[in-house]
């Protein structure tokens, strides 16, 4: 008999399936692979752990490789394209593909690009164009058009093209998906300058990022005000990064970072710092737990206990 649990993890997986094989189909669309993609690919992708499919030419034959894991199977089909570069797809269990192609990443409705060599962009471009059917695939049809705009930007010049924020400053950066709801806010941690968020019960967080062409962003300062008291975190030897197109990257590095200041044996905080220090470390989204009775409840209880 089938449970109610067995049909509802049935039709995630289908969902699931249904999504990665969206994204697969424009791949094939991209790379001119005749048929449809094997349903094999997309039970890879979805698999509880991530998994990567990769795409790439076989030189000297007009083949396409997909090569499922790190060479655990590989497929072969046939395509006209003399060339292309390699493409990387990274799945979930929800079926959210992230594709990785020439330092552009991209997931349905998001997109992260950053360069510091302007002449660079214009293969870029090229990529988004023969790329058009995966990245239409994602919602992402006018990444072609967006990128094609950047090296327009003056000297520290940012603004928005459609839904993209585009920037130039050290960087060339693309951002489609925002990092802190905010244009503004966006713009100076892309920046690298201070960005400051208030919350409940007299709570101030001060960061500064900066952001990566691997795809990342980084957490190079962070300051937590509560009330009086207050800790500061600088850059340190080693920065914490997170996925620019991940569903909370902020949050994660607030988390990482308070987390790894918390191993710091050196570290004393007061008490009620410590307490609130340690909730935040606990969150899969800590800027949405303190906007939360809830937490700032259990944050006063553990203050208390610690008395």
Not at 210 to 237: C, D, Q
């Amino acid at each position: 008999m089938v449970t109610v649990t067995e049909r509802a993890e049935k039709k995630n997986l289908e969902k699931a399936l249904r999504r990665a094989m969206g994204v697969l189909e424009g791949l094939w669309k991209a790379l001119k692979i005749p048929g449809t993609p094997p349903l094999e690919a997309a039970e890879f992708l979805v698999r509880k752990k991530k998994n990567q499919v990769e795409a790439w030419l076989h030189y000297g034959r007009k083949e396409a490789v997909i090569e499922l894991g790190f060479a655990v199977h590989r497929l072969r089909f046939p395509t006209p394209l003399p060339s292309f570069p390699q493409v990387c797809l990274t799945g979930d269990t929800r079926g959210n593909v992230e594709v990785e192609v020439e330092n552009i990443f991209a997931r349905e409705g998001r997109a992260f690009f950053s360069s510091s060599i302007i002449s660079k962009v214009e293969e870029v471009v090229k990529v988004a164009r023969s790329f058009h059917p995966l990245f239409e695939a994602l919602g992402l049809g006018d990444l072609g058009d967006a990128l094609e705009t950047l090296p327009e930007l003056g000297d520290g010049e940012t603004r928005m093209e459609g839904e993209y924020l585009l920037m130039r400053n050290k960087q060339l950066i693309l951002k489609r998906g925002s990092l802190l709801g905010n244009f503004e806010l966006d713009k100076a941690f892309l920046a690298g300058q201070e960005v400051t968020l208030s919350f409940p019960e007299d709570m101030k967080l001060t960061l500064r990022g900066w952001p990566s062409w691997e795809g990342l962003v980084y957490l190079r300062g962070l300051e937590i005000r509560w009330g009086e008291k207050k800790v500061r975190f600088e850059a340190g030897p080693k920065w914490v990064g997170a996925r620019a197109n991940g569903n909370d990257p902020i949050g994660e590095l607030v988390r990482k970072r308070v987390a790894r200041e918390l191993r710091n044996p050196d570290f004393r905080p007061s008490p009620r710092m410590r307490a609130l220090l340690e909730a935040l470390a606990e969150q899969k989204k800590p800027l949405q737990a303190l906007k939360k009775d809830e937490f700032w409840r259990k944050v006063l209880l553990r203050t208390l206990s610690s008395v």
